[in-house]
């Protein structure tokens, strides 16, 4: 089956750094995906990684891709109180790609203490 | 305006109502979807149309009826709703084939009384 998990919430303080989970069920997906969705507002893709990859660095924010385990995390450097914001995680079984299906998980919220 | 625009960004409708939500994207993409965004759950799929043709219904009720006239605009039109279909409804597009470049808009909340 389908099925993405996060954890719901995450408090960190400002300038630590910030790592958000998520674990996934079909391996065929080609790619993952991680979206921020600040209050108000619609989703923005932040960064995505292809599954046969490893790690993917993108300024403050690294993402790394255990498939064995089938685990998915962000990690976001010196996080700021900008950083505030429910992020999923997301993935395109191979199955539905062609549809353009994304699978995403609940959402975890991220609170940035100053 | 660029980007994905959707209007309105808040409706409250009665049960007995027939109401649409309109979603515009300024993007040049040729694929565009619709989702439900209920609190504290996963992002549900309703439906995505690749050059004005539907080609998924994720089992979505049908007082929800999607119209896609163009490849820049996509409707919902709403009737007979139900009380537990108040969510926010987010619209996205792609380009054809690269549905990982979905960019969404900003939502319509949506509060069926």
């Known amino acids: 089956g389908e099925d993405v998990e996060q954890s719901l919430f995450l408090s960190v303080r400002e300038g630590d750094s910030s790592v958000i989970n998520c674990t996934y069920t079909d391996s065929s997906s080609t790619y993952l995906y991680w979206y921020k969705q600040e209050p108000g507002a619609g989703l923005q893709l932040l960064t995505y990684?292809?599954?046969?990859?490893d790690m993917k660095q993108d300024q403050r924010l690294t993402v790394l891709l255990n498939k064995k385990d089938k685990h998915l995390s962000l990690r976001i450097a010196d996080t700021q109180t900008g950083d505030s914001a429910i992020y999923f995680c997301a993935e395109a079984p191979l199955t539905y790609n062609q549809g353009g299906k994304l699978i995403f998980g609940q959402g975890t919220e991220l609170s940035v203490k100053p | 305006e660029t980007g994905v625009t959707q209007t309105p960004r808040h409706l409250v409708m009665g049960m007995t109502n027939k109401k649409s939500l309109k979603c515009e994207q300024h993007?040049?993409?040729?694929?565009m979807y619709w989702y439900k965004q209920s609190a504290k759950k996963p992002l549900e799929l309703m439906f995505v149309?690749?050059?004005?043709?539907?080609?998924e219904n994720n089992s979505v009720p049908s007082r929800f009826s999607p119209e896609c006239p163009n490849s820049s605009h996509l409707f919902l039109h709403l009737h007979t709703l139900q009380p537990e279909d108040s969510a926010l409804y987010l619209c996205?597009?792609?380009?054809?084939?690269?549905?990982?470049?979905?960019?969404f808009g900003p939502g319509t909340r949506l509060t069926v009384t």
């Open positions: 996205a597009s792609s380009p054809l084939g690269r549905s990982y470049e979905q960019y």
């Open positions: 990684i292809f599954s046969n990859m």
């Open positions: 149309y690749n050059f004005k043709e539907q080609t």
């Open positions: 993007l040049g993409h040729n694929a």
